[in-house]
């Protein structure tokens, strides 16, 4: 007998300027050259990702790959990341779930009273 229990996932927080980061099984320069999408919140439709750098680990069979974090509304989100190569894209990552937090706004000017 097989008993599934759900776990709840702890969803981690980004703000502007927060990175996505991950690691993919393949050398640096084979990361560097895919094209990745990301899918958010279970869309269909993945986004391409610009700017994605990946770095060799050690070993060098793996590499740990970055992206600064797209423009998200306030409030959970979940993604699944995928990459692409000639072949045609790989299956996607297991689900992140974050927080996106916005910043607080630019005070006014202070003055003196």
């Known amino acids: 007998m097989l008993v599934l229990l759900a776990a709840a996932a702890q ?3 980004a703000t502007p300027g927060s990175k996505f980061i991950w690691t ?14 990301v899918y958010t919140d279970g869309a269909a439709i993945g986004v391409t990702l610009t700017a994605v750098t990946c770095v060799a680990n050690s070993p060098a069979t793996t590499a740990t790959c970055s992206v600064a974090i797209p423009a998200y509304t306030p409030g959970p989100h979940s993604i699944t990341v995928s990459a692409t190569n ?18 607080p706004a630019k005070p006014g000017t202070p003055s003196i009273q």
């Open 86 to 103: 000639a072949a045609g894209e790989g299956p996607p990552s297991n689900a992140l779930a974050f927080t996106m937090v916005a910043l």
């Open 11 to 13: 969803a981690q927080t």
């Open 24 to 37: 993919q099984g393949t050398d640096a320069a084979t990361a560097q050259a895919y094209t990745w999408k």
